[in-house]
């Protein structure tokens, strides 16, 4: 069989799936698809299984392995989700899939799952600015706010070095919790505030490139606030570089700024690897379980 692994990554606003060999991503399988967070529960499964198929094609893998945000049951492969993806909420997402694919190559195989940022930060640190490193921060900006700490090639989710989890995303800033301020609906709701229309992160930074004085306030303000959370907990764990991923990080110009005026010591650089961190992210947490068992955890899920 095949060494390669069928790597998922699902966001709220894409699916994008690939083969995954020993030596990276096999650009000939990658399929990508748009979906809306805000789907039904059949249409957003449909979605990601017909991605995954059209990207395994004829060809056999070893392993799926999806790379999703939270909140998530890993090990279990049940969502949780309330806001975004809501419609999934108590889904069995491994039934779902597997309901999906009954003649198909990943009918049988094992299939895995890790947290979207923790898969974005073992990419980073596998094959982009984090190779080579020993201790790397990942942060993905999109729908959501997520994080990813690695020390020495695996995945920290407790300790006194990272936040509870490993999670940025619900650490405190603006009387509230970053998920809701650092994200894409954060922005949108900060453009409003400031007198703004209600427009997207990408119809935001459009404007603010554009000179809109109200679009580039609100992205100084996302960098400044980005960097105030990131702060003391970047300060405890000392990383080499801290990667920030996701489609946020596109408006790397409008933001970066003012976050670096805020961590003038730390090394920051925008992902090059973009999509592709996260799948080779999850297609190595997935190498690293051992056995068979379907619907289990990439080790990051699993607090050390």
């Known amino acids: 069989m095949s060494r390669s692994v069928l790597a998922l990554d699902i966001g709220g606003t894409h699916v994008t799936a690939a083969q995954v060999s020993p030596a990276g991503v096999l650009r000939d399988t990658v399929v990508r698809h748009a979906v809306d967070s805000g789907w039904s529960a059949d249409r957003l499964l449909d979605a990601w299984a017909g991605a995954a198929r059209a990207a395994a094609g004829t060809t056999p893998c070893a392993r799926v392995a999806c790379a999703i945000p939270g909140p998530f049951d890993y090990p279990g492969g049940i969502a949780h989700y309330e806001g975004k993806l809501a419609a999934l909420a108590g889904h069995d997402v491994t039934a779902g899939l597997r309901a999906r694919w009954p003649a198909s190559p990943l009918a049988t195989v094992p299939l895995t799952y890790v947290n979207d ?126 990667v920030f991923g996701g489609q946020i990080a596109r408006a790397w110009p409008l933001f970066a700024p003012a976050l670096a005026n805020v961590l003038p010591t730390m090394t920051l650089a925008r992902s090059t690897l973009l999509d592709d961190a996260n799948l080779l992210g999850a297609a190595a947490a997935a190498r690293a379980i051992p056995g068979p068992a379907e619907a289990v955890t990439a080790r990051s899920a699993t607090p050390p």
């Open 117 to 242: 940022a923790v898969a974005f930060a073992l990419g980073e640190a596998a094959a982009g600015h984090g190779q080579g490193a020993r201790r790397v921060i990942g942060i993905t900006l999109g729908t959501g706010f997520g994080s990813g700490f690695i020390a020495d090639g695996q995945p920290v989710t407790g300790g006194p070095d990272v936040p509870p989890g490993g999670e940025v995303r619900l650490l405190p800033v603006r009387g509230g919790v970053a998920d809701d301020h650092l994200s894409g609906p954060g922005l949108r709701r900060a453009h409003v505030a400031s007198g703004g229309d209600a427009l997207d992160a990408r119809e935001i930074a459009a404007r603010a490139a554009q000179g809109d004085a109200r679009a580039r306030q609100v992205f100084h303000d996302f960098g400044h606030d980005l960097g105030t959370v990131l702060a003391p907990w970047a300060e405890r764990f000392g990383p080499d570089v801290i």
